[in-house]
Protein backbone atom coordinates (compact mmCIF):
# COMPACT_ATOMS: atom_id res chain seq x y z
CA UNK A 1 0.00 0.00 0.00
CA UNK A 2 1.39 2.62 -0.73
CA UNK A 3 1.03 5.42 -3.77
CA UNK A 4 -1.91 3.14 -5.37
CA UNK A 5 -3.24 3.46 -2.20
CA UNK A 6 -3.36 7.36 -2.73
CA UNK A 7 -4.17 6.88 -6.80
CA UNK A 8 -7.14 4.78 -5.60
CA UNK A 9 -8.86 7.22 -3.40
CA UNK A 10 -7.81 10.50 -6.33
CA UNK A 11 -10.03 8.12 -8.61
CA UNK A 12 -12.60 7.61 -6.02
CA UNK A 13 -12.76 11.38 -5.84
CA UNK A 14 -12.77 12.09 -9.50
CA UNK A 15 -15.56 9.47 -10.30
CA UNK A 16 -17.58 11.04 -6.92
CA UNK A 17 -18.18 7.78 -5.05
CA UNK A 18 -17.96 7.60 -1.38
CA UNK A 19 -17.63 10.39 1.14
CA UNK A 20 -15.78 12.89 -0.48
CA UNK A 21 -14.62 14.35 2.53
CA UNK A 22 -13.71 11.37 4.25
CA UNK A 23 -11.71 10.15 1.85
CA UNK A 24 -10.01 13.17 1.54
CA UNK A 25 -9.01 12.89 5.07
CA UNK A 26 -7.88 9.65 4.75
CA UNK A 27 -5.19 10.56 2.05
CA UNK A 28 -4.42 13.56 4.18
CA UNK A 29 -3.26 10.91 7.49
CA UNK A 30 -1.52 8.60 5.25
CA UNK A 31 0.31 11.32 3.48
CA UNK A 32 1.87 12.43 6.43
CA UNK A 33 1.55 9.96 8.93
CA UNK A 34 1.87 7.09 6.98
CA UNK A 35 -0.93 5.37 8.95
CA UNK A 36 -3.99 4.52 8.02
CA UNK A 37 -6.97 2.60 10.81
CA UNK A 38 -8.34 -0.56 9.73
CA UNK A 39 -11.96 1.26 9.62
CA UNK A 40 -10.74 3.31 7.05
CA UNK A 41 -9.18 0.89 5.04
CA UNK A 42 -12.01 -1.27 4.51
CA UNK A 43 -14.08 1.39 3.69
CA UNK A 44 -11.57 2.51 0.70
CA UNK A 45 -11.14 -1.37 -0.01
CA UNK A 46 -14.86 -1.89 -0.34
CA UNK A 47 -15.33 1.47 -2.43
CA UNK A 48 -12.65 0.08 -4.87
CA UNK A 49 -14.28 -3.18 -5.39
CA UNK A 50 -17.34 -1.76 -6.06
CA UNK A 51 -16.48 0.97 -8.31
CA UNK A 52 -12.33 0.30 -9.47
CA UNK A 53 -12.30 -3.32 -10.20
CA UNK A 54 -12.75 -4.54 -13.74
CA UNK A 55 -16.24 -6.89 -14.31
CA UNK A 56 -15.39 -10.44 -13.90
CA UNK A 57 -16.12 -12.90 -16.87
CA UNK A 58 -19.22 -14.39 -15.74
CA UNK A 59 -20.74 -10.54 -15.37
CA UNK A 60 -22.27 -10.94 -19.20
CA UNK A 61 -23.23 -7.56 -21.04
CA UNK A 62 -26.60 -6.31 -21.27
CA UNK A 63 -28.38 -7.83 -24.96
CA UNK A 64 -29.45 -5.49 -27.49
CA UNK A 65 -32.72 -6.47 -28.62
CA UNK A 66 -33.29 -4.24 -31.86
CA UNK A 67 -37.32 -4.08 -32.80
CA UNK A 68 -37.83 -5.08 -36.59
CA UNK A 69 -39.25 -1.76 -38.36
CA UNK A 70 -42.15 -1.94 -39.13
CA UNK A 71 -42.35 -1.82 -42.94
CA UNK A 72 -45.36 1.11 -44.48
CA UNK A 73 -47.36 -0.55 -47.38
CA UNK A 74 -48.08 2.25 -49.71
CA UNK A 75 -52.00 2.63 -50.17
CA UNK A 76 -53.02 1.09 -53.29
CA UNK A 77 -53.59 3.37 -56.03
CA UNK A 78 -56.96 5.28 -56.51
CA UNK A 79 -59.09 3.41 -59.17
CA UNK A 80 -58.78 5.22 -62.71
CA UNK A 81 -61.94 7.00 -63.39
CA UNK A 82 -64.38 5.64 -66.44
CA UNK A 83 -65.99 8.76 -67.83
CA UNK A 84 -69.50 8.69 -67.77
CA UNK A 85 -71.52 8.66 -70.21
CA UNK A 86 -73.44 11.98 -71.53
CA UNK A 87 -76.94 11.60 -72.12
CA UNK A 88 -78.85 14.82 -73.45
CA UNK A 89 -81.85 14.50 -72.16
CA UNK A 90 -84.89 15.84 -75.30
CA UNK A 91 -87.68 17.55 -74.08
CA UNK A 92 -90.31 17.39 -76.32
CA UNK A 93 -93.14 20.44 -76.47
CA UNK A 94 -96.66 20.30 -77.07
CA UNK A 95 -97.67 22.21 -79.70
CA UNK A 96 -100.31 24.60 -78.08
CA UNK A 97 -103.62 24.07 -79.36
CA UNK A 98 -105.06 26.81 -81.04
CA UNK A 99 -108.42 28.25 -79.23
CA UNK A 100 -111.17 28.10 -81.68
CA UNK A 101 -112.91 31.59 -82.79
CA UNK A 102 -111.53 34.59 -82.70
CA UNK A 103 -114.38 36.00 -80.74
CA UNK A 104 -113.91 33.89 -77.70
CA UNK A 105 -109.88 34.43 -77.74
CA UNK A 106 -110.74 38.26 -77.27
CA UNK A 107 -113.21 37.78 -74.31
CA UNK A 108 -110.47 35.63 -72.55
CA UNK A 109 -107.80 38.32 -73.36
CA UNK A 110 -110.23 41.15 -71.87
CA UNK A 111 -110.78 38.71 -68.53
CA UNK A 112 -107.48 38.53 -68.07
CA UNK A 113 -106.54 41.83 -68.52
CA UNK A 114 -109.61 42.84 -66.15
CA UNK A 115 -107.61 40.53 -63.10
CA UNK A 116 -104.55 42.13 -63.52
CA UNK A 117 -105.74 45.40 -63.72
CA UNK A 118 -107.35 44.83 -60.50
CA UNK A 119 -104.52 43.41 -58.43
CA UNK A 120 -102.53 45.99 -59.81
CA UNK A 121 -104.99 48.05 -57.53
CA UNK A 122 -105.27 46.44 -55.01
CA UNK A 123 -101.33 46.22 -54.42
CA UNK A 124 -101.24 49.89 -54.21
CA UNK A 125 -103.72 50.22 -51.84
CA UNK A 126 -101.97 47.76 -49.43
CA UNK A 127 -98.84 49.65 -50.05
CA UNK A 128 -99.99 53.14 -49.42
CA UNK A 129 -102.06 51.81 -46.68
CA UNK A 130 -99.43 52.61 -43.89
CA UNK A 131 -98.96 56.27 -45.24
CA UNK A 132 -102.72 57.29 -45.23
CA UNK A 133 -103.32 59.57 -42.22
CA UNK A 134 -106.24 59.98 -40.07
CA UNK A 135 -106.92 63.57 -40.31
CA UNK A 136 -108.74 64.99 -37.04
CA UNK A 137 -110.50 68.42 -36.76
CA UNK A 138 -108.03 71.17 -36.81
CA UNK A 139 -107.35 73.44 -33.36
CA UNK A 140 -109.68 76.64 -33.19
CA UNK A 141 -107.99 79.77 -33.73
CA UNK A 142 -108.95 80.97 -30.54
CA UNK A 143 -111.11 79.92 -27.47
CA UNK A 144 -112.04 80.55 -23.92
CA UNK A 145 -112.27 77.55 -21.49
CA UNK A 146 -116.23 78.39 -20.80
CA UNK A 147 -119.37 79.95 -22.54
CA UNK A 148 -119.80 82.42 -19.81
CA UNK A 149 -118.66 84.03 -16.91
CA UNK A 150 -119.50 86.23 -14.02
CA UNK A 151 -118.02 89.22 -12.46
CA UNK A 152 -114.75 87.76 -10.62
CA UNK A 153 -114.22 85.20 -12.64
CA UNK A 154 -110.99 83.83 -14.58
CA UNK A 155 -111.21 83.63 -17.82
CA UNK A 156 -108.99 81.60 -20.28
CA UNK A 157 -108.11 82.55 -23.62
CA UNK A 158 -105.91 80.37 -25.83
CA UNK A 159 -105.69 79.62 -29.27
CA UNK A 160 -102.85 79.47 -32.31
CA UNK A 161 -101.18 81.73 -34.68
CA UNK A 162 -98.90 81.77 -37.71
CA UNK A 163 -97.12 84.96 -36.21
CA UNK A 164 -94.52 85.21 -33.07
CA UNK A 165 -96.92 87.64 -31.16
CA UNK A 166 -101.05 88.08 -31.57
CA UNK A 167 -103.12 91.04 -30.24
CA UNK A 168 -105.78 89.95 -28.28
CA UNK A 169 -109.00 92.37 -26.88
CA UNK A 170 -112.37 92.10 -25.71
CA UNK A 171 -115.76 94.05 -26.58
CA UNK A 172 -119.40 94.74 -24.70
CA UNK A 173 -122.17 93.80 -26.45
CA UNK A 174 -122.02 97.47 -27.83
CA UNK A 175 -118.71 96.63 -29.65
CA UNK A 176 -116.70 98.98 -27.00
CA UNK A 177 -113.51 97.79 -26.28
CA UNK A 178 -113.03 96.64 -22.58
CA UNK A 179 -109.37 94.80 -22.38
CA UNK A 180 -106.23 94.58 -24.32
CA UNK A 181 -103.20 92.44 -24.53
CA UNK A 182 -100.09 91.77 -26.91
CA UNK A 183 -99.53 88.03 -26.29
CA UNK A 184 -96.50 86.12 -27.59
CA UNK A 185 -96.88 83.02 -29.90
CA UNK A 186 -94.51 79.57 -28.71
CA UNK A 187 -92.53 78.00 -30.94
CA UNK A 188 -95.52 75.53 -32.08
CA UNK A 189 -97.80 78.72 -32.50
CA UNK A 190 -100.14 78.64 -29.55
CA UNK A 191 -100.79 81.36 -27.39
CA UNK A 192 -102.80 81.58 -24.25
CA UNK A 193 -103.69 84.17 -21.16
CA UNK A 194 -105.80 84.95 -18.48
CA UNK A 195 -107.90 87.69 -17.57
CA UNK A 196 -109.96 88.67 -14.75
CA UNK A 197 -113.92 89.26 -15.78
CA UNK A 198 -115.32 92.90 -14.30
CA UNK A 199 -113.67 96.74 -13.61
CA UNK A 200 -114.32 99.27 -15.74
CA UNK A 201 -116.57 98.80 -19.11
CA UNK A 202 -117.83 95.19 -17.96
CA UNK A 203 -120.96 97.10 -16.43
CA UNK A 204 -123.27 95.51 -19.19
CA UNK A 205 -124.45 92.11 -19.04
CA UNK A 206 -124.68 90.40 -22.47
CA UNK A 207 -122.66 88.61 -24.94
CA UNK A 208 -119.35 89.85 -25.63
CA UNK A 209 -116.18 89.08 -28.28
CA UNK A 210 -112.70 87.82 -27.46
CA UNK A 211 -110.76 89.37 -31.06
CA UNK A 212 -106.95 88.14 -31.92
CA UNK A 213 -105.47 89.85 -34.64
CA UNK A 214 -102.20 88.86 -36.49
CA UNK A 215 -100.80 90.11 -39.36
CA UNK A 216 -103.98 91.54 -40.80
CA UNK A 217 -105.45 88.09 -39.85
CA UNK A 218 -108.62 88.12 -37.78
CA UNK A 219 -110.45 85.54 -35.78
CA UNK A 220 -113.32 85.73 -33.01
CA UNK A 221 -115.21 84.10 -30.24
CA UNK A 222 -117.89 85.12 -28.07
CA UNK A 223 -119.24 84.54 -24.49
CA UNK A 224 -122.19 85.35 -21.96
CA UNK A 225 -121.05 87.74 -19.38
CA UNK A 226 -123.32 88.64 -16.26
CA UNK A 227 -122.02 91.90 -14.36
CA UNK A 228 -122.87 90.81 -10.99
CA UNK A 229 -120.58 88.25 -8.98
CA UNK A 230 -121.37 84.42 -8.63
CA UNK A 231 -122.75 83.75 -5.72
Known sequence: MGQFFTDDIDALLKSGHGDYGRLSRIKADFETKKLVTIDDRRYVEGLIARYLQPATQDEKPERIVKIPEKRIVPPPPPPVNVPEAKYQ???????????????????????????????????????????????GPSAKAIETDQTSYAKG????????????????????????????????????????????????????????????????????????FNPNEAP
Open 89 to 135: KVIVEKPIERIAGGKKTKNIVISVASVVFAVLIISVVAMNQDNIAII
Open 153 to 224: DIISISGNAESTITELMINDPDGQKVWTEIVKVKADGKFSTLVIAGGNGWEKAGKYTVVSSADGKTEKTVFD
